[in-house]
C-alpha cells in the first residue's frame, strides 16, 4: 500500500576527504545548516532526525545526540542506523519511511562519518570484521578489498575483463571528481597510473579501491503538501528497494552478480515504473556503489544497463561519461569523491538531487532528459543492498 | 620490517612526540602530520577481546581435532551446512548430525592480501580462496600458495587441517592438488 509522496527539499554536503581540521559535531554541522537553509526551514519545523554513522573508527558512541545538541535539534526524536557502507541509505529509508506513513511530515537525515579518528590500520581491521567475524575474519583475516577482490578474480575468469578495464571506471571516476570541489581526491589519474599502482589485494591495486575518508551530507525530506509550499524543485522519492545477501561470502552461489542488489533494484524500478531492460535510456544518471572499481562494473548488469557479464564493457567503450549511454558516477564516486561510509547514500541522494535541479559543477552537469536518477549504495559486499529512484516528476 | 613492526615503530614515536607536547603545553596536543590541524591524542585506550560462544557445534572443533573438517545436515530435510550452524531454518528442526567434506574441491575464485588488518600484520601476505567441496558447500579458507600467478579459478585444492602459527591452534586451509599446481606453473612458464 502507497504511502504519502516523499520529496527532498534541501539538500548539503560537506567537503569529503582528510578532515581532521573539524570534529564529529563541526562536520556534520556544515551539511545540516546547508539542507536545512536549502530547504528554508529551521531546526524547530523538524520532525524527526536519522542519523546515519558506521562509528568505532571515531570517538563518539552516541553520535545522534551528539550532534542534535551541537546542531540544535535537541529535543527532537533522533537515531543512529548502521548498515556497513549503505548506512547513509538506511538512514534515509528509516526516514522516508516516517514522512511517507504519516509519522512526521520534515524530517532530516545526516550522514557522517570521521573514518581518520583511528589509524588506518585499525580502520582496515574494523571494515575486515564486516562480513561473519568468527568465520571469515578471525581465522583468515579478510579486509574489504580481499572481499571485493573475491569477486574481482570470479568475474574476470568468466568474463574476459581485464585489470585496465578495472582501472578504466577509475580513471572516469577521477575525471570528474576533478570537476567537483567536494571530491576527496579532486584530481585526474591516467590509466598507466592506476596500472602501476602497488596490489592491495590481488586483482585489486591501490587505485581500485576507494580512500578512507571522512565528510557529513545531509537532505530534508518533505511530505508532498509541504514540499510544494517549500520548494519549486521538488525532488522526488519515486522508488525503493531493499535486500540483503549472506554474512558468509562462501554461501553465495557465485560471485558474478550480487543477488541482493538485484531484487532491490527491481523492486525499486517497478515502485518507479522503471523498465529493467531499457533502464539506461530511462534514466538521466547514476550514483552507484564504486567502493572498488570491480563493484561498478557489477552495478552496470545489476541496474539493468548492460547484460550479465557484459558490464566491463560499458567501461572499456567509455559508455557511463557524460554523453554515453547512461553517466554513472560523474560525482567522482566513492572512488574519488570518497566513501565516509554513513555519509555515502545521503551523499548520492544530495548529489542526484543537485544534478535533477541543474546545479551540478560546471564539466559535470548531465543533461536532465527524462528527470530521473538511481542510486545503488551497497553495503558489504552485497550484504545490505539499498537502491533509490529519484525524479522531478512526483 | 612487517607492517606489525613498522605499526609498533610509527605508533612509539607519535606517544614520545605526545609526551614531550605534555611536558612543554600541558596538554597532549599534537599537529596532525599531514595538515597541522590540532589533534588531541586520547589518553585513553580500549582493547577489545571477544569470548564466542560455539558450545552448539563443539563437535567442529573435536573434528578439526581427528583431522576432519564437518559441516552440519539436517536430518529432517537433509540441508547441509558450512559453517556449521545448529539450527536449520529451513524446516525449523535442531537436529543435526555430522558430516565429513570430501576430500578434492574446486577453486571457485581467490585473492592475496597484501595490505592486512592490524590484528594480522604479523603474517607474512596471505592468500584467501574459496572452494567447493561434497555435498556442495563452500569453504573460505586460506590457501597454502600465495603467489597468484600460481593459482586459477576452476583449479583442483583440497583442505587440510593445519596448525596455525605462531597462535598455535587448528584451523583449516586450501591445499592446491599438486599436478594443478605444476600445470599452472607451465602454463606461466610458456606464457
Same mark, same amino acid.
Request: aromatic share 10%; charged share 25%.
Given at each position: 500500500?502507497?504511502?504519502?509522496?516523499?520529496?527532498?527539499?534541501g539538500?548539503?554536503?560537506?567537503?569529503?576527504g582528510y578532515?581532521?581540521?573539524?570534529?564529529?559535531?563541526?562536520?556534520?554541522?556544515?551539511?545540516?545548516?546547508?539542507?536545512?537553509?536549502?530547504?528554508?526551514?529551521?531546526?524547530?519545523?523538524i520532525?524527526?532526525? %536519522?542519523y546515519?554513522?558506521?562509528?568505532?573508527?571515531s570517538?563518539?558512541p552516541l553520535?545522534a545526540?551528539v550532534?542534535n545538541?551541537?546542531?540544535?535539534?535537541?529535543?527532537?526524536?533522533?537515531?543512529?542506523v548502521e548498515?556497513?557502507?549503505?548506512?547513509?541509505?538506511?538512514?534515509?529509508?528509516?526516514?522516508?519511511?516516517?514522512v511517507?506513513?504519516?509519522?512526521?511530515?520534515?524530517?532530516?537525515?545526516?550522514?557522517?562519518?570521521?573514518?581518520?579518528?583511528?589509524?588506518? /590500520?585499525?580502520?582496515?581491521?574494523?571494515?575486515?570484521?564486516?562480513?561473519n567475524?568468527f568465520? @571469515?575474519? &578471525?581465522?583468515?583475516?579478510?579486509t574489504?578489498p580481499?572481499?571485493y577482490?573475491?569477486?574481482?578474480?570470479a568475474?574476470m +575468469?568468466?568474463?574476459?575483463?581485464?585489470?585496465e578495464?578495472?582501472c578504466? %571506471?577509475?580513471?572516469?571516476?577521477h575525471y570528474?571528481?576533478?570537476?567537483?570541489?567536494?571530491a576527496?581526491? /579532486?584530481?585526474?589519474?591516467?590509466?598507466?597510473?592506476?596500472m602501476?599502482?602497488?596490489?592491495i589485494a590481488?586483482?585489486?591495486?591501490?587505485?581500485?579501491?576507494? /580512500?578512507?575518508?571522512?565528510?557529513?551530507a545531509?537532505?530534508? *525530506?518533505?511530505?508532498?503538501?509541504?514540499?510544494?509550499?517549500l520548494?519549486?524543485?521538488? %525532488?522526488?522519492i519515486?522508488?525503493?528497494?531493499?535486500?540483503?545477501?549472506?554474512?558468509?561470502?562462501?554461501? #553465495? /552461489?557465485?560471485?558474478?552478480?550480487r543477488?541482493?542488489?538485484?531484487?532491490?533494484?527491481?523492486?525499486?524500478?517497478?515502485?518507479?515504473?522503471? $523498465?529493467?531492460?531499457?533502464?539506461a535510456?530511462?534514466? $538521466?544518471?547514476a550514483?552507484?556503489?564504486?567502493?572498488f572499481?570491480?563493484?561498478?562494473?557489477?552495478? =552496470?548488469?545489476e541496474?539493468?544497463?548492460?547484460?550479465?557479464?557484459?558490464?566491463? *564493457?560499458l567501461a572499456?567503450?567509455?559508455?557511463?561519461?557524460?554523453?554515453?549511454?547512461?553517466?554513472?558516477?560523474?560525482?567522482?564516486?566513492?572512488?574519488?569523491?570518497?566513501?565516509p561510509l554513513?555519509?555515502t547514500g545521503?551523499?548520492?541522494? +544530495?548529489?542526484?538531487?543537485?544534478? *535533477?535541479?541543474?546545479?551540478?559543477d560546471?564539466?559535470?552537469?548531465?543533461?536532465?532528459?527524462?528527470?530521473?536518477?538511481?542510486?545503488?549504495?551497497?553495503g558489504?559486499?552485497g550484504?545490505?543492498?539499498?537502491?533509490f529512484?529519484?525524479?522531478?516528476?512526483? | 620490517m612487517?607492517?606489525?613492526?613498522?605499526i609498533e &615503530?610509527y605508533?612509539?614515536?607519535?606517544?614520545?612526540?605526545?609526551?614531550?607536547?605534555?611536558r612543554?603545553?600541558?596538554?597532549?596536543?599534537?599537529?596532525d602530520?599531514?595538515?597541522?590541524?590540532?589533534?588531541?591524542?586520547d589518553q585513553?585506550?580500549?582493547?577489545l577481546?571477544?569470548?564466542?560462544?560455539?558450545e #552448539?557445534?563443539? #563437535?567442529f572443533?573435536e573434528?578439526?581435532?581427528?583431522?576432519?573438517?564437518?559441516?552440519?545436515?539436517c536430518?529432517?530435510?537433509?540441508?547441509?551446512?558450512?559453517?556449521?550452524?545448529?539450527?536449520?531454518?529451513?524446516c525449523?528442526?535442531?537436529d543435526?548430525?555430522?558430516?565429513?567434506?570430501?576430500?578434492?574441491?574446486?577453486?571457485?575464485? =581467490?585473492?592475496?592480501i597484501?595490505?592486512?588488518?592490524?590484528?594480522f600484520?604479523?603474517?607474512?601476505?596471505?592468500a584467501?580462496g574459496?572452494?567447493?567441496?561434497?555435498?556442495?558447500?563452500n %569453504?573460505?579458507?586460506?590457501?597454502?600458495?600465495? $603467489?597468484?600467478?600460481?593459482?586459477r579459478v576452476?583449479?583442483?585444492v583440497?583442505? @587440510?587441517?593445519?596448525?596455525?602459527?605462531?597462535?598455535?591452534y587448528?584451523?583449516?586451509?586450501?591445499?592446491?592438488a599438486? !599436478?594443478e599446481a605444476?600445470?599452472v606453473q607451465?602454463? !606461466?612458464?610458456?606464457?
Amino acid at each position: 500500500m502507497p504511502g504519502r509522496r516523499v520529496a527532498i527539499v534541501g539538500v548539503g554536503h560537506s567537503k569529503y576527504g582528510y578532515r581532521n581540521d573539524v570534529s564529529l559535531p563541526e562536520l556534520a554541522w556544515e551539511a545540516i545548516r546547508q539542507a536545512i537553509e536549502d530547504a528554508g526551514v529551521d531546526q524547530e519545523s523538524i520532525d524527526y532526525v %536519522v542519523y546515519g554513522n558506521v562509528g568505532v573508527w571515531s570517538s563518539e558512541p552516541l553520535p545522534a545526540v551528539v550532534i542534535n545538541e551541537y546542531a540544535g535539534l535537541t529535543p527532537r526524536g533522533t537515531m543512529r542506523v548502521e548498515a556497513a557502507c549503505a548506512t547513509g541509505s538506511a538512514a534515509l529509508k528509516a526516514a522516508y519511511d516516517a514522512v511517507s506513513a504519516g509519522a512526521a511530515d520534515i524530517a532530516l537525515v545526516v550522514g557522517v562519518e570521521k573514518m581518520n579518528e583511528s589509524p588506518t /590500520p585499525t580502520v582496515v581491521e574494523l571494515i575486515g570484521r564486516a562480513g561473519n567475524y568468527f568465520w @571469515e575474519f &578471525e581465522n583468515f583475516g579478510l579486509t574489504f578489498p580481499g572481499y571485493y577482490a573475491l569477486y574481482a578474480t570470479a568475474y574476470m +575468469a568468466a568474463t574476459g575483463a581485464t585489470e585496465e578495464d578495472l582501472c578504466r %571506471v577509475a580513471v572516469k571516476n577521477h575525471y570528474y571528481a576533478a570537476r567537483n570541489p567536494k571530491a576527496h581526491f /579532486p584530481r585526474e589519474i591516467s590509466l598507466e597510473q592506476c596500472m602501476k599502482s602497488r596490489y592491495i589485494a590481488w586483482p585489486l591495486k591501490l587505485y581500485d579501491c576507494s /580512500p578512507i575518508s571522512d565528510g557529513a551530507a545531509a537532505v530534508v *525530506l518533505a511530505s508532498e503538501e509541504l514540499a510544494r509550499k517549500l520548494t519549486d524543485t521538488p %525532488v522526488w522519492i519515486k522508488g525503493v528497494g531493499v535486500a540483503s545477501d549472506t554474512s558468509n561470502i562462501s554461501r #553465495r /552461489p557465485d560471485f558474478l552478480v550480487r543477488r541482493g542488489v538485484v531484487e532491490a533494484v527491481k523492486k525499486a524500478y517497478r515502485m518507479a515504473g522503471i $523498465d529493467y531492460e531499457n533502464a539506461a535510456r530511462q534514466v $538521466d544518471l547514476a550514483e552507484v556503489h564504486d567502493a572498488f572499481t570491480i563493484a561498478e562494473i557489477l552495478s =552496470y548488469e545489476e541496474l539493468g544497463f548492460a547484460k550479465r557479464g557484459e558490464g566491463y *564493457l560499458l567501461a572499456r567503450e567509455g559508455q557511463t561519461y557524460i554523453g554515453g549511454l547512461v553517466p554513472v558516477n560523474v560525482s567522482g564516486g566513492l572512488k574519488a569523491k570518497g566513501h565516509p561510509l554513513g555519509a555515502t547514500g545521503v551523499g548520492m541522494a +544530495a548529489e542526484i538531487a543537485t544534478q *535533477l535541479r541543474g546545479e551540478a559543477d560546471r564539466g559535470r552537469q548531465v543533461p536532465v532528459r527524462h528527470g530521473v536518477g538511481v542510486a545503488n549504495n551497497v553495503g558489504g559486499t552485497g550484504h545490505y543492498a539499498y537502491v533509490f529512484v529519484y525524479s522531478l516528476n512526483p | 620490517m612487517s607492517q606489525k613492526k613498522q605499526i609498533e &615503530e610509527y605508533m612509539k614515536q607519535v606517544e614520545a612526540f605526545v609526551e614531550e607536547a605534555k611536558r612543554s603545553t600541558g596538554f597532549p596536543l599534537v599537529p596532525d602530520q599531514k595538515t597541522g590541524a590540532a589533534l588531541w591524542f586520547d589518553q585513553r585506550s580500549l582493547t577489545l577481546r571477544y569470548t564466542i560462544s560455539v558450545e #552448539r557445534i563443539r #563437535r567442529f572443533f573435536e573434528g578439526l581435532a581427528e583431522g576432519r573438517l564437518l559441516a552440519t545436515r539436517c536430518r529432517k530435510c537433509g540441508a547441509v551446512y558450512f559453517p556449521p550452524q545448529a539450527d536449520c531454518p529451513r524446516c525449523r528442526a535442531s537436529d543435526m548430525e555430522w558430516v565429513e567434506l570430501g576430500k578434492e574441491g574446486e577453486l571457485l575464485t =581467490y585473492t592475496v592480501i597484501y595490505t592486512k588488518p592490524s590484528s594480522f600484520a604479523h603474517y607474512p601476505d596471505y592468500a584467501v580462496g574459496v572452494a567447493r567441496f561434497p555435498p556442495g558447500v563452500n %569453504v573460505l579458507a586460506w590457501i597454502r600458495e600465495s $603467489d597468484p600467478r600460481k593459482l586459477r579459478v576452476g583449479m583442483k585444492v583440497r583442505w @587440510e587441517v593445519v596448525k596455525r602459527e605462531p597462535e598455535n591452534y587448528l584451523t583449516y586451509e586450501l591445499v592446491p592438488a599438486e !599436478e594443478e599446481a605444476e600445470e599452472v606453473q607451465g602454463e !606461466e612458464a610458456r606464457g
